[in-house]
């Protein structure tokens, strides 16, 4: 081996470019994935070694994926060739390149779904027998995380869960196999072309408007392009029209899913990995779970008032020098992609930091007296706040929509407290998915 270079994102797994001595003074360039997680344990059943599987699986099929040379037999650890190219979308300058990749992904995204899994070898994944069948295991899956997770769980989380299992669509067509987290961030291209679709390891057999709901979720992360016209491509492609309905009913289930994932017991902080991302993308996707639950269930958005604090603290102005060095004086000089990146993170962790100090307050207030309002007694503080509104959501004493807007609300004021750190992701919202 000639070098190991540990590359940003990668998501929960570790990504690392690998070059290798070849024959002569050739360098063959590899990619490495890398989880040392547990592969058995059933708190995470999305393991690098599920997909592998994928990979595997999807091997001379027609679509453009990286080339497997190893799977580790124990280890989670899987080495393919390194593809050249981009997966930032939303660095392409050039509108009509970002134009000729969109409608590039949608051909690929239209492929995949057109492959019978009935002739795939995907050991551990449950046969393609019915759409509605597919869809209550997925949710038997999520179920049994959250036991083997254990803790508290939010009664909203509690409430999307049932509804979901309440609501699963009945539609008799063809099962697929479903990236799952499918779109803009999880492809590769280069010169207006999709070079590799990666990231797999939330795919599952299931129903194709899934896989349309995720591309929706990753849009409102990397705007990609004009989703009604993309999504009309995808109908001509695939011969599948766009069932809207089912569209937002994966909506529901993709960012409750994701909800589960984020799932820590009680006591346990979140997984090593880059805390500005953490922070930001935790609320987004809280909020768009409170948007896609308020479509599906009728309820207007609710929207924080937007006050802020007047006063400043005398060390207010500490905050602001620290993410100045960090932008002109430290970040510039690393080299290391990996390292900068992680850097970056913790510049915004620093923004959250400094906007809690200031307004923190001020809000802790407003949940309060929202709390107070709907439980007929100011409790004093917010922990014994919101673990009465929990009681009393388990009660029946405040009914699910009450408690929806409740948690809406205070969603939208974290979402307050991270606006500077989350910049345009902070008015962020589903896209249109016909036009108007």
């Known amino acids: 081996m000639i070098s190991a270079t540990r590359q ?25 994935r890398y989880d040392p997680a547990d592969a058995d344990d059933p708190r995470d059943p999305w393991t690098l070694r599920r997909e592998a599987v994928v990979y595997l699986a999807l091997q001379d099929q027609g679509l453009a994926v990286p080339r497997v040379l190893a799977v580790h037999p124990v280890h989670q650890a899987m080495l393919a060739e390194r593809v050249n190219g981009d997966n930032w979308f939303s660095r392409i300058q050039d509108p009509v390149e970002a134009e000729r990749t969109a409608q590039d992904f949608m051909v690929q995204l239209a492929a995949l779904h057109r492959i019978d899994p009935g002739r795939l070898d995907l050991p551990g994944f449950p046969p393609p027998t019915s759409i509605p069948d597919l869809v209550h295991h997925e ?15 939010e009664p909203a989380l509690d409430f999307a869960l049932g509804w979901l299992r309440h609501h699963v669509p009945d539609h008799a067509g063809p099962v697929v196999l479903v990236q799952g987290d499918t779109g803009p961030g999880n492809f590769m291209f280069a010169g207006g072309r999709v070079v590799a679709v990666v990231d797999w390891e939330l795919a599952h057999l299931g129903d194709p408007m899934d896989d349309i709901a995720w591309l929706s979720l990753r849009a409102v992360q990397e705007p990609f392009t004009h989703l009604p016209t993309r999504l009309a491509e995808y109908e001509a492609l695939s011969g599948d029209p766009i069932d809207l309905d ?20 009680d006591g346990e902080g979140p997984p090593a990995t880059d805390l500005g991302n953490y922070l930001i993308y935790g609320v987004l996707h809280k909020r768009l779970w409170m948007e896609a639950l308020g479509r ?22 500490l905050y602001d020098a620290i993410l100045e060095q960090l932008r002109t004086s430290i970040v510039p000089r690393i080299e290391d992609p990996f390292a900068r990146t992680r850097t970056k993170g913790l510049a915004r962790v620093v ?3 400094r906007d809690v100090d200031r307004h923190g307050a001020l809000y802790e207030q407003d949940e309060l007296d929202d709390a107070a309002g709907l439980l007929g007694a100011d409790l004093g503080s917010l922990p014994a706040a919101r673990e009465a509104m929990v009681d009393a959501h388990r009660r029946g004493t405040i009914d699910d929509t009450e408690y929806l807007r409740y948690l809406w609300r205070r969603v939208g004021r974290d979402n307050e407290l991270l606006r500077s750190a989350s910049g345009a992701l902070a008015d962020r919202h589903w896209p249109a998915l016909v036009a108007p």
């Open 351 to 353: 923004k959250y930091l």
């Open 246 to 265: 089912r569209v937002h009913y994966y909506q529901v289930m993709a960012e409750t899913k994701l909800q589960v994932m984020r799932h820590h017991p």
């Open 8 to 32: 940003p994102g990668g998501a929960r797994k570790q990504a690392w470019a690998v070059d290798v001595a070849g024959p002569g003074a050739t360098v063959i360039p590899l990619f490495l």
């Open 139 to 153: 949710l038997d899956e999520l179920h049994s995380i959250l036991i083997a997770r254990g803790g508290i769980v």
């Open 296 to 317: 599906v269930l009728g309820l207007e958005p609710e929207v924080p008032d937007g006050r802020v604090a007047r006063d400043r603290r005398e060390h207010q102005w």
